[in-house]
């Protein structure tokens, strides 16, 4: 049995958060420039050298990337051989949350109540999502979450009947349907199977996974590429100003489901899909 302070844990999600905020994964940054150099719009290859330049200045300036520095959304892969020691697990999350967004000045966009509202003040408490592996680590993975992408995410109820083509047209038809609204170019995370709650899971799990990885089966991975291609066909473009780059990339996990239904959630991701791993 490994033990594991609270504290440590506070001190991870502190620097996560903060870090996941200020720099992209390296490889939708290459991403991002790589899409500016292809775009075959003239305002579309001016946005996508924009967000470039924002990223750089970011980081020179040491200041976030986005000023939706998102909702804060933890997923904790906790070893079986791990005790937790000195405190709440839980709390000491939110603790790292607390510190981390005041600390490192990022704004605080939590409400406190769904309905009647009232800012919580340190963007607490977190999303967090909690499973059990084996061994003796602790891999947390921080994942800020904008709500102008968020608030276009859709789920879908699907029967068995349903085609992959159905699918198709209902994942693009979401993005259509945002349009400009989650700030394109977009990743999207979807996620096939499981139950309601599964897929949605699956959808937002996607979106932490590198737009340069692949789904590993070939069958899903081939449908990645496919949507993404058809999303691109929309002419939506960089900020909505039409162009070929509408999504940068399209990240599929899929999961068991019952004979009855065949579920699929999409989490839409803006250009700034920002997610950052330790494992202690």
Do not use: W
């Amino acid at each position: 049995m490994r033990e594991i302070d609270v504290s440590e844990i506070t001190v991870a999600v502190k620097s996560l958060f903060i870090d996941a905020n200020r720099v992209l994964p390296s490889d939708l940054e290459s991403c991002i420039a790589a899409a500016a150099e292809k775009e075959t719009s003239g305002i579309g290859r001016e946005v996508l050298c924009d967000l470039c330049e924002n990223m750089k200045a970011a980081k020179e300036l040491n200041i976030p990337v986005c000023q939706d520095t998102g909702m804060a959304v933890v997923f904790a892969e906790v070893g079986q051989e791990v005790h937790i020691t000195g405190g709440s697990f839980e709390d000491a999350v939110n603790e790292g949350v607390h510190q981390g967004y005041l600390e490192g000045l990022l704004r605080c966009s939590v409400v406190a109540d769904p309905i009647r509202r009232g800012n919580t003040g340190d963007n607490t408490p977190a999303i967090l999502h909690t499973r059990i592996i084996p061994g003796d680590k602790l891999v947390l993975t921080a994942a800020p979450k904008g709500f102008g992408s968020e608030n276009m995410s859709r789920i879908k109820m699907f029967t068995p009947s349903a085609s992959v083509d159905d699918i198709l047209d209902f994942v693009t038809d979401t993005v259509r349907t945002a349009g400009s609204n989650p700030c394109p170019p977009i990743v999207l995370g979807v996620g096939i199977g499981g139950d309601f709650e599964k897929c949605a899971l699956l959808a937002k799990k996607a979106l932490c996974r590198p737009v340069s990885e692949r789904n590993p089966d070939p069958f899903y991975a081939e449908l990645e590429t496919r949507m993404l291609s058809r999303i691109n066909e929309l002419n939506i473009g960089p900020q909505g100003f039409g162009g070929i780059t509408t999504a940068l990339a399209v990240n599929i996990e899929q999961y068991p489901t019952h004979i009855a239904g065949l579920p699929v959630a999409v989490n839409v991701g803006c250009h700034v899909t920002r997610h950052k791993k330790i494992t202690i």
